[in-house]
C-alpha cells in the first residue's frame, strides 16, 4: 500500500479519535451542567473535595482551556478518580482489562471459525434440509438479544443440570494446591460465557459467509474450473473461499463495536469480573469518571482495531494494491 | 400526467403487496408482526389483571396455574398480563425510534449527496464517527446523563443509529443527482430544496424501506438491552423491563423461567419478523437478488 493512503487512514482516524474526545468532554462536562453539580449528587461529598476539583479540572478558567486543561490530564494518564472504588480510573482499569481480553478473545476465534464453516455448508448445500436448519439457526441466534441467551444457559446448565459455576471468574475463597487446578476452575467458569459470546456472533458470520459464497459460486471462474475438472474440494478451498473471505473480514472489524456491546450484556449476566461488568457497576452507581474513562479506552481501542483491520484488508486484496 | 403519476404508482404498490403475500419470508414476517400489533392495541383492554397493582406475598414468583397461566412475578403480578402491555411500550418505542434514526438519516444523506463538497465531507465524517463508535457504550453514555424517562430512549436510539442509513441514501442521491431530468428541473430554475423533496426523496425512498424494517429490529433490541442494564423507565413496564427485574431479583438463579422466557420469546419473535421482513423486502425491490 502507498504511503499516501496509510497516512490518510491514520489522519482520518485520528479525527475521528479528536472527535470522540471533544464529544467525551462536552458530554460529561457541559450536558448535564459541570462536574461539580455532577459530584455533589453523591452524599458523600466535602467543600474540600469540591474545591480539589476546581482546581483540578480549572474548573474557574473560560471554557475553552477547560477543553485543554482536559486534554493535558488525559495525555498524562489522568481519568479522573473513581466513586464507587475510591481510586484512580486508569488503575480500577487496568485490573479489568485482562478478563475480558480473555473472554473476547477466545469467543471471537470459535465465533468466526465456526461461522465460515456454517456459511460454506450452508451455501453449498443450498436449498437442501440441511442449509434450511443452518439457516434458520443462525436466524435465530442473530435475532436473540445476547443477554438473554446467558440467562436461558445459566437456567440449563447451572440451575438444572448443575455442570458449570453460575458466575464469575473463580471459586471464590476456594484455595488451590496446584496452578493446574486454579486453572480448571477458571475454565469451568468460562465455558458458558465464552458460549454465550460466540453463539451470539455465530449467526451473523454465517449468514454473511453463506451469501458471499453463494455470489462467489455463481462466478464465471468456478465454472471455469469445473469445466477443467478439479474436484469441488479442491475447487472450493483453491478458488471459492479466498475470493469469499474478503468480505468477512470487514464484517469482523464492523463487529468490533457490536462484540463490545455483547461482552458488556454477558459480563453482566455471568459476574464475569471484566471491562463490561464494570460498564455495568459504572452505570447503575452512576459512577461518571469510571463511566467516561470506560467509554474513552473502550472507544479509542474499536477505532484503532478498525484503522488496523483497514490495512490488513489491503494487503489481503491484490486489487486494492494498485 | 399526474393521474398518470398516480396510476403508475398505485400498480406498483399493488405489485409489492402481491410478492409480500408469495413470498414465504415476507408473509411469515408481517403475520408475526401483526399479530403483535394488534395485542399491543387491544391487548390491555381484554386483560383481567391490573398491572401495577401488586400481589399478596402468597402470591409472589408462583410457577404457572390454572388461575395465571404464566405465573406471577416477583411482586405477584400476572406475568401475561405484564407482558401484553410490554407489548404497547417494546413496539412504541421501536416504531418511535426507528422514525427518527430514518429521518435522521435521510436528511444527511440526501443534504451530503446532493451538495458535495465541503458539506459532503464534514456530513460523511460525522456519519463515520457513529458508525465507527460501539453503540451500546455510547447509548449506556447517552442514557446515564440525559435519565432515565422513555422519551430519551427513543431519543438515544434514534441519534446513535442512522449512519447506515446515512451512506445508503448518499450513494443513492449521488446516482439519482446525475439523471437527466434532475439537470432539467434545475435548468428549470428550481431550488436544491425542492429538488431534494420532490425528486430525490421518492427516487431514495424504495431503497431504504428494507434498510427501515432492519433498523426496526436492531431498536427493538436496543430497547431490550438498554432496559435491561438499567436504564429503562420504570414507569413504563417494556419487554426489557421485564428482563430487567428478572434478572435483578434472582429469577435466572432460582429457575423461575416463566418469568423471564416470555418477554424474551416475544422480542425474539418480533425481531425476527421485522429481519426476515427485510430480507423479503430487499429481494422484492432489489431485482439483482431475485435470480439468485
Redesign the interface.
Known amino acids: 500500500m502507498d504511503k499516501k493512503r496509510l497516512l490518510k487512514k491514520l489522519f482520518y482516524a485520528g479525527i475521528t479519535i479528536f472527535f470522540v474526545l471533544v464529544f467525551n468532554y462536552f458530554l460529561f462536562r457541559v450536558l448535564p451542567g459541570d462536574i461539580i453539580s455532577m459530584v455533589s449528587r453523591n452524599a458523600k461529598t466535602t467543600p474540600e473535595m469540591i474545591a480539589n476539583l476546581t482546581q483540578l479540572y480549572g474548573l474557574d478558567l473560560p471554557l475553552y482551556e477547560q477543553f485543554f486543561v482536559y486534554l493535558k490530564n488525559l495525555f498524562q494518564g489522568d481519568l479522573g478518580t473513581s466513586f464507587l472504588y475510591k481510586k484512580p480510573v486508569t488503575a480500577v482499569l487496568a485490573g479489568k482489562i485482562l478478563p475480558t481480553v480473555i473472554l473476547l478473545g477466545i469467543a471471537e476465534i470459535i465465533a468466526i471459525i465456526v461461522g465460515i464453516i456454517f456459511g460454506i455448508v450452508s451455501a453449498y448445500k443450498r436449498g437442501k434440509k440441511l442449509d434450511a436448519g443452518l439457516l434458520s439457526t443462525s436466524l435465530l441466534l442473530y435475532s436473540m438479544p445476547t443477554f438473554w441467551l446467558g440467562m436461558i444457559l445459566i437456567l440449563i446448565f447451572c440451575v438444572n443440570l448443575h455442570w458449570f459455576p453460575i458466575g464469575g471468574m473463580v471459586t471464590p475463597g476456594k484455595i488451590f494446591i496446584t496452578t493446574w487446578g486454579e486453572i480448571n476452575d477458571v475454565v469451568r467458569h468460562m465455558v458458558l460465557p465464552v458460549a454465550c459470546m460466540a453463539l451470539g456472533m455465530i449467526g451473523e458470520y454465517a449468514i454473511t459467509m453463506r451469501s458471499t459464497m453463494i455470489d462467489v459460486l455463481s462466478e464465471d471462474y468456478i465454472t471455469t474450473a469445473k469445466a477443467k475438472g478439479f474436484s469441488n474440494p479442491y475447487i472450493l478451498r483453491k478458488h471459492a473461499l479466498p475470493n469469499a473471505m474478503l468480505p468477512m473480514i470487514t464484517l469482523i472489524a464492523i463487529n468490533l463495536g457490536l462484540i463490545v456491546g455483547g461482552a458488556i450484556q454477558i459480563e453482566t449476566v455471568f459476574s464475569w469480573p471484566g471491562l463490561g461488568n464494570l460498564m455495568y457497576t459504572a452505570l447503575s452507581g452512576r459512577d461518571y469518571p469510571l463511566l467516561q474513562g470506560l467509554f474513552l479506552l473502550i472507544t479509542i481501542t474499536v477505532i484503532l482495531a478498525n484503522v488496523i483491520s483497514d490495512i490488513l484488508y489491503e494487503f489481503a486484496d491484490p486489487r486494492v494494491h494498485s | 400526467m399526474n393521474s398518470v403519476k398516480m396510476e403508475l404508482r398505485k400498480r406498483k404498490i399493488k405489485e409489492f403487496a402481491h410478492q409480500v403475500r408469495v413470498n414465504k419470508m415476507a408473509f411469515v414476517g408481517s403475520l408475526t408482526l401483526g399479530f403483535f400489533i394488534l395485542v399491543a392495541i387491544f391487548g390491555p383492554i381484554l386483560v383481567p389483571f391490573d398491572v401495577m397493582k401488586f400481589g399478596l406475598a402468597t402470591e409472589m414468583l408462583m410457577p404457572p396455574s390454572s388461575q395465571h397461566i404464566l405465573g406471577t412475578d416477583d411482586m405477584g403480578r400476572d406475568v401475561l398480563a405484564y407482558l401484553i402491555s410490554g407489548a404497547r411500550v417494546s413496539l412504541m418505542v421501536g416504531a418511535l425510534a426507528t422514525l427518527l434514526s430514518m429521518g435522521i438519516g435521510t436528511l444527511i444523506g440526501i443534504v451530503a449527496g446532493y451538495k458535495g463538497k465541503v458539506i459532503d465531507n464534514v456530513l460523511m ?2 456519519t ?2 457513529f458508525l ?7 447509548m ?3 442514557a ?2 440525559l435519565g432515565t424517562s422513555i422519551w430519551n430512549i427513543i431519543l438515544v436510539i434514534g441519534i446513535t443509529s442512522w449512519a447506515g442509513t446515512a451512506r445508503i441514501v448518499r450513494a443513492q442521491t449521488l446516482s439519482v443527482r446525475e439523471q437527466q431530468f434532475v439537470e432539467r428541473t434545475v435548468s428549470l430554475g428550481a431550488g436544491s430544496i425542492h429538488i431534494m423533496i420532490h425528486h430525490i426523496l421518492p427516487n431514495v425512498f424504495p431503497l431504504i424501506f428494507a434498510n427501515t424494517v432492519l433498523i426496526a ?1 436492531a431498536a427493538i ?1 436496543s430497547e ?2 438498554l432496559s ?4 429503562g423507565d420504570p414507569s413504563h413496564a417494556s419487554w426489557g423491563m421485564m ?1 430487567h427485574y ?2 435483578e431479583t434472582g429469577a ?4 423461575a ?1 416463566w418469568y ?2 416470555p418477554p ?1 420469546l416475544c ?2 419473535a418480533v ?2 419478523a421485522f ?2 421482513m427485510g430480507y423479503a423486502f430487499d429481494e422484492i425491490l432489489n431485482p439483482k437478488l431475485k435470480e ?1
Open positions: 465524517r460525522i463515520d464517527f465507527v463508535i460501539p453503540w451500546l457504550p455510547l449506556m453514555v447517552l446515564a446523563i429490529a433490541t431490550t438491552t435491561f442494564l438499567g436504564l428482563l428478572a434478572f435466572t438463579s432460582a429457575g423461567y423471564f422466557l424474551g422480542v425474539v425481531v425476527l429481519t426476515l439468485r
